[in-house]
């Protein structure tokens, strides 16, 4: 996306800004002209601040300016609001939350006070904030939260989640996301916060934190370790590339109907072409390793079917034709595209995998198998 879609001077605050698609964001961001990014974040297990500083270091000392780091917990109420009163934004987009559904099987509680708590205190502190705003920036300001999918629940072998889709999250994850969609509108049409909302679809690319499905499955295949398959893995999910979601993510801010809100995914209008099967995914990403690691072909062998995830929704699927209508957005990267870009990019990047797993304390290994 060439469009600049921010004035110089405007301040953004971006929580969760030194996670997976919140850093997309920060990035995209610091590449506008006299943009000022605020990135805070809590520097949890999976925030990495590398591509972000790389950013920075580019920009020159006097420019590096526009970026800076608040490292708050926003299940602190206190210093939640000092935050928010330093950073003085014009724009907040809130991305901060656990997100992995293994992770909230095993341990919901984190999620609990994350996605609802703390996302309850970041209103709280920006509705302070907003009212005290001199008319003209108030009048500009907006709050985007940015959810998830699955608060939809699961779909059968037909139709797919749109704007209209009722509520029916089967997680804890999902149904901590699902309170802080239903806080932020409740903040809306209450207070009067001018607030925008986005649920994407199941998203990958460069510099996820090595736990989720596309990352460990190259990882073990490059170790040449069993690689697990869920179930029967025929569930199946709607792939958005990060970059891709990000530039949906901006318009939304920017020029979406304030109360409204916009589901994002892999295939915009196009119907069901990012939509794969677990095992459709992994025989992918195998494939493409056989390709570029041909010393360790067939990857394929690797593959071993194991238990399946407690509660594990079947089926996601995204409309986008509201978003694409409205506001124009249209991913750019098909499936395969950002498949082949996404295994090249952690290919190249191992020490970077390595370094993050370790300072985790996480191996590889299975989590969320409790239920």
Known sequence: MTEILLPPGTRVLVTGGAGFIGSCVVRRLLSWPGVAVITLDKIGYASDLTSIDRVVEGLGSSEAKRHQLLKIDLADAAATDQAIRQADPDLVMHLAAESHVDRSIDGPGAFIESNVTGTFNLLQAVRRHWQELPKERQKCFRFHHISTD???????????????????????????????????????????????????????????FPEKLIPVVILKAVAGEPIPLYGDGANVRDWLYVEDHVE?????????????????????????????????????????????????????????????????????????????????????????????ATVRWYLDHLFWCDKVRERAGYGGERIGTQG
């Open 150 to 208: 699955e608060v939809f629940g699961s779909l059968g072998d037909s139709g797919r989640f749109s704007e209209t889709t009722a509520y029916d999250p089967r997680s804890p994850y999902s149904a901590s996301k699902a309170a802080s969609d239903h806080l932020v509108s409740a903040w809306h049409h209450t207070f009067g916060l001018p607030v925008v909302l986005t649920n994407c679809s199941n998203n990958y690319g460069p510099w996820q």
């Open 248 to 340: 949906a993510l901006l318009l939304a801010a920017t020029r979406g109907r304030l109360g409204e809100s916009y589901c994002v995914g892999g295939a915009g209008d196009h119907g069901s072409a990012s939509e794969r099967t677990n095992r459709d995914v992994v025989e992918t990403i195998c494939s493409l390793m056989d390709q570029l690691r041909p010393d360790g072909a067939p990857h394929a062998r690797l593959i071993t079917r194991v238990g399946d995830r407690p509660g594990h929704d079947r089926r996601y699927a995204i409309d986008a034709s509201k978003i694409s209508r409205d506001l124009g957005w249209q991913p750019r990267h098909s499936f395969e595209q950002g498949l082949e």
